[in-house]
């Protein structure tokens, strides 16, 4: 930027302009779009030309020492010079007067709108208040950091290193002897080969944690932090009784800026039951019965907590809506697994299963049912998966499966929700047929089912 002239320099022209110049911070945000938490950005004044760059008048030409009397003046050359001095003092005091004004009016104007100048006894009065400021409330006046001074102690900070290069995540600490959820995709290049670290909430200390079990189907994984003990947990609430206008706060690691400092946003819960494709460069995923939120989800929230208004987890941020094909962008939607699908995974993943996607797919688009939805469509059960939408040109389309159908079995096994229909499927692979029995209304049907194969994208 310009500098700003020396306000006692006798050249410096009045009357010049000094707007303010503020300087653009570059938060160095690896993705982007990305909201960066606000930052104090320094404001400059600087006089400038309309071009931007200070330009000095030409100096007016002094008189020879040896000349004569001034014309007109009958004063000696000396008394000339003496007077021009004299002058010069005057109009460098002028000026420097003249430019703090101005300052003061760019800065004062910027904020107040107005200026007035001081008379030389006036006294400056500035009022002060040792008081904090007001905590952030969700609806009802619960204390948005009281919550998250809760949950804090239960996250982790997680950094993974592979052949694939560097990550970085979020984590829910879960047992106090160290077993950590996050979702898979977080933990996925350390799955052949690599290193896995944790840092705690509030900590600087990297610590070292090994791989239990992987779910890359529903984005789950479970790892375990080594030789520790006594850690606080998180409590994790009834996604099942959740409803639209919710209020969340979502915790996590956004953006990776620094481990141990997690970053916290709040919201609403806005869409339940939302079927989600998300991916990478090198793979995707379709995600059933997800949370749909306003709160702030950035890369690196992925495995943190959604919380709701008690501080139990009800979800884990997963996924942020980018750029939609037509390429408009989309704007605050996040989805969150629930934690009852969470909790349904957990035995197999710390008995240290890990799924084995088959890519079998059944061409339906689900929710689960709850006593809410029954009551408001009519439903003749309360458990089961609702379809939503039955995907064109798949096993479920010929086989006449309809929109607003419950499916409550596949084959011998009783569904009582969407996730058991992943579950299901998972471990079977395309070609497969499964008798898939559903209420319609009042009817109770079975329909055979041949499954085909995951989509790419």
């Known amino acids: 930027?310009?500098?700003?002239?020396?306000?006692?320099?006798?050249?410096?022209?009045?009357?010049?302009?000094?707007?303010?110049?503020?300087?653009?911070?570059?938060?160095?945000?690896?993705?982007?779009?990305?909201?960066?938490?606000?930052?104090?950005?320094?404001?400059?004044?600087?006089?400038?030309?309309?071009?931007?760059?200070?330009v000095a008048p030409e100096p007016a030409p002094e008189p020879a020492a040896d000349a004569g009397p001034t014309p007109g003046t009958g004063a000696t050359p000396a008394a000339t010079n003496g007077a021009a001095a004299a002058r010069r003092r005057r109009s460098r005091a002028a000026?420097?007067?003249?430019?703090?004004?101005?300052?003061?009016?760019?800065?004062?104007?910027?904020?107040?709108?107005?200026?007035?100048?001081?008379?030389a006894n006036s006294v400056l009065t500035v009022n002060a208040s040792t008081q904090g400021p007001g905590a952030a409330l969700l609806p009802g006046g619960v204390s948005i950091p009281k919550l998250v001074q809760h949950a804090l102690p239960t996250i982790v900070s997680i950094d993974v290193r592979g052949s694939g290069g560097e990550d970085q995540g979020t984590g829910m600490i879960i047992t106090s002897n160290g077993l950590v959820v996050?979702?898979?995709?977080?933990?996925?290049?350390?799955v052949?080969?690599?290193?896995?670290?944790?840092?705690?909430?509030?900590s600087t200390k990297a610590l070292p944690a090994t791989l239990v079990g992987t779910n890359p189907i529903d984005d789950v994984a479970l790892i375990r932090i080594n030789n520790v003990r006594g850690l606080p947990t998180v409590t994790f609430g009834n996604s099942n009784a959740l409803q639209v206008g919710d209020a969340v706060v979502a915790i996590g690691n956004?953006?990776?800026?620094?481990?141990?400092?997690?970053?916290?946003?709040?919201?609403?819960?806005?869409?339940?039951?939302?079927?989600?494709?998300?991916?990478?460069?090198?793979?995707?995923?379709?995600?059933?019965?997800?949370?749909?939120?306003?709160?702030?989800?950035?890369?690196?929230?992925?495995?943190?907590?959604?919380?709701?208004?008690?501080?139990?987890?009800?979800?884990?941020?997963?996924?942020?809506?980018?750029t939609l094909a037509s390429g408009e962008t989309s704007q605050n939607i996040g989805f969150a697994i629930p934690s009852a699908t969470i909790l349904s995974l957990l035995p197999?993943?710390?008995?240290?299963?890990?799924?084995?996607?088959?890519?079998?797919?059944?061409?339906?688009?689900?929710?689960?049912?709850?006593?809410?939805?029954?009551?408001?469509?009519?439903?003749?059960?309360?458990?089961?998966?609702?379809v939503i939408s039955v995907i064109g040109g798949t096993g479920a389309s010929s086989a006449g499966v309809r929109q607003g159908d419950v499916i409550v079995g596949i084959n011998s096994t009783t569904i009582q929700n969407a996730q058991d229909v992943t579950q299901v499927i998972s471990a079977l692979t395309p070609g497969d047929v499964i008798a898939l029995h559903v209420v319609r209304g009042t009817k109770h049907l079975t329909l055979r089912v041949t499954l085909g194969r995951q989509p790419k994208s």
Do not use: C
């Open 254 to 322: 956004a953006l990776g800026l620094a481990a141990g400092t997690p970053t916290v946003t709040q919201g609403i819960v806005s869409a339940l039951g939302r079927t989600v494709t998300a991916g990478s460069s090198t793979s995707t995923e379709t995600l059933t019965n997800m949370i749909q939120t306003d709160a702030a989800i950035n890369p690196g929230n992925s495995g943190g907590p959604l919380i709701d208004s008690a501080g139990d987890v009800i979800g884990m941020n997963t996924a942020v809506a980018g």
């Open 348 to 386: 197999q993943l710390k008995a240290g299963q890990s799924v084995v996607n088959h890519g079998a797919f059944i061409g339906v688009e689900i929710e689960s049912n709850n006593p809410q939805l029954a009551q408001q469509y009519g439903f003749p059960v309360s458990t089961g998966a609702v």
């Open 95 to 119: 000026w420097s007067s003249r430019f703090s004004l101005l300052l003061v009016a760019a800065l004062v104007g910027g904020l107040a709108g107005h200026y007035a100048a001081p008379s």
């Open 1 to 54: 930027m310009t500098d700003s002239p020396d306000a006692n320099d006798p050249q410096a022209p009045e009357g010049v302009d000094a707007p303010n110049a503020v300087d653009e911070v570059d938060a160095g945000s690896p993705t982007a779009g990305a909201p960066i938490p606000p930052s104090e950005v320094p404001v400059f004044v600087t006089a400038s030309t309309a071009a931007g760059e200070w």
């Open 182 to 190: 996050t979702n898979n995709h977080v933990i996925a290049n350390a």
């Open 192 to 202: 052949q080969s690599g290193t896995i670290t944790v840092t705690r909430s509030g």
